[in-house]
């Protein structure tokens, strides 16, 4: 065992004992009750999932095992003279509930360098597709071919005992999380730079190598990784990619064949390839437009056509949140600090202003205020990573610390098989109607 698993095997009877306690004295106590709509919209607002790493209120957004994202600005340790969070330190707090020191984050840093090394096969698997393949299918298909690496896999097949299940699922989290960017530059490259591959900087933390495989080597933009990576990686346990991670997980999938289901759920548009949907939506407009920076009015009347033609204004909206995302928050203030006269900084911050009051007007959005990502295309393209069917595998990667986090502690607490009730229209009919 290396010292992380040690310490996070420390942490595990504690944790076992107190759900035991807790579930024999309150475990037949009601928390609520479950509406007929509810079944048919998505099951918005029923709490039906455990998720001790993060939690997200609809007023003030995410806190990371009680953190908001401001706080960790500042407890979170940085990489050496540069002031964003490492998203290692992310790591460490929400694994051990516990805010790393230093010396916890440069041990993350190393132990997650040292397990990088990606085999031939998955470069050569994602090499058997066409390089046009949307990034997102290339990333789940190296994920997939990633598998053969499989710890847990092999114990299984050996007849490990249930109560061992974490230690392998641990190996292989850690391996994941440690070879995902280099798989993601490697498609990066692949699709947007002739296949010019750049070997990992071992001296670099983990988002600064993985900026600098893709080839970004700027300290900014190493700054903007490390942010980018922090605050992507977790969003309580129902959004569909964390949600998808724990479902497939509790059939005792291994944590490769768990990821690489949530990352299709991650893919979807109205997940995570908002992020990529933002972009395109605001090149078009300001395309149609005829300017490189559209009048607030211009912008509103451009709104107005999305919805008439029946689509979403991609980057705003929320299934809990009712207030401006603070992740959002923290990357407008990342763009004023860095960028503050970028002209594309300029349109997002005015279609800010503009497309809440268009939302609300139509008396139907729960939630017309912008979420992560409404501006993350924004940095990204400022420092001229512009290809933006690219920007839900940087997602991907982030989103491997939350939701394998979770893999983890399902498997130190040994939860069960997902597996809830399902009816029809005809029995509640039945039941309401007679
Ligand atoms: N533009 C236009 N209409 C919107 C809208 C938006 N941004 N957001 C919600 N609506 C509409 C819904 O489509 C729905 O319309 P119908 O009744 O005609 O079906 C109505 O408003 C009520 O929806 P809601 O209850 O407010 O929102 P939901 O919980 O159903 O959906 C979504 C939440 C995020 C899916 C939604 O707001 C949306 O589609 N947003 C745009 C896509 C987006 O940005 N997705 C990323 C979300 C964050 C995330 O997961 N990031 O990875």
């Not at 298909?141 to 641990?170: C, D, H, Q």
């Not at 997002?348 to 295309?377: C, M």
Request: charged residues 20%; glycine residues 8%; negative net charge.
């Amino acid at each position: 065992m290396d010292r992380i698993q040690e310490h996070f095997a420390s942490k595990i009877p504690a944790a076992q004992a107190e759900i035991k306690t807790f579930l024999a004295e309150h475990g037949e106590k009601v928390i609520g009750e479950i509406k007929v709509s509810q079944i048919y919209q998505g099951m918005r607002g029923m709490p039906a999932l455990i998720c001790e790493t993060s939690k997200l209120d609809p007023e003030e957004g995410i806190r990371f095992r009680g953190y908001s994202i401001p706080e960790l600005q500042k407890l979170l340790p940085a990489y050496p003279g540069c002031q964003e969070p490492l998203p290692e330190g992310l790591f460490y707090l929400i694994l051990m509930n516990e805010l790393p020191t230093d010396d916890d984050v440069r041990r993350v840093s190393n132990n997650w360098a040292r397990r990088a090394i990606v085999p031939p096969h998955v470069f050569k698997t994602i090499d058997a597709l066409p390089s046009h393949t949307h990034p997102m299918t290339q990333f789940v298909v190296g994920i997939m071919a990633l598998r053969t690496e499989s710890e847990f896999a092999k114990a299984y097949a050996n007849g490990v005992p249930k109560s061992e299940y974490w230690e392998t699922t641990y190996e292989d989290a850690m391996n994941l999380i440690a070879r995902l960017p280099r798989v993601a530059a490697y498609i990066y490259r692949r699709a947007y730079k002739n296949g010019e591959h750049i070997e990992p900087d071992t001296k670099l933390d983990w988002a600064g190598n993985f900026a600098h495989m893709l080839g970004y080597d700027n300290e900014e933009f190493r700054e903007l990784m490390r942010l980018y990576m922090t605050i992507h990686s977790d969003h309580e346990g129902g959004n569909v990619s964390a949600h998808t991670v724990h479902l497939v997980g509790s059939a005792l999938s291994d944590a490769y064949q768990s990821f690489a289901a949530g990352m299709n759920g991650l893919a979807g548009p109205l997940h995570g390839l908002a992020n990529q949907e933002v972009i395109k939506w605001t090149l078009e407009m300001k395309e149609a437009i005829g300017s490189e920076t559209p009048t607030k009015e211009e912008i509103a009347q451009y709104c107005q056509e999305t919805l008439a033609g029946g689509k979403v204004i991609p980057g705003f909206g929320h299934a809990v949140l009712r207030k401006t995302d603070p992740r959002y928050t923290a990357q407008r203030e990342f763009a004023m600090k860095h960028m503050p006269e970028d002209p594309l900084f300029q349109v997002i911050s005015n279609i800010y202003d503009v497309v809440p009051g268009i939302l609300e007007a139509t008396g139907k959005v729960k939630n017309p205020w912008p979420n992560v990502d409404a501006h993350s295309g924004q940095l990204l393209m400022h420092y001229g990573l512009v290809e933006y069917d690219f920007y839900t595998v940087l997602f991907g990667v982030s989103r491997a610390i939350g939701t394998l986090t979770n893999l983890i502690w399902d498997r130190a607490l040994a939860m069960p098989l997902e597996r809830p009730g399902s009816t029809t229209t005809g029995l509640l009919k039945k039941r309401f109607e007679a």
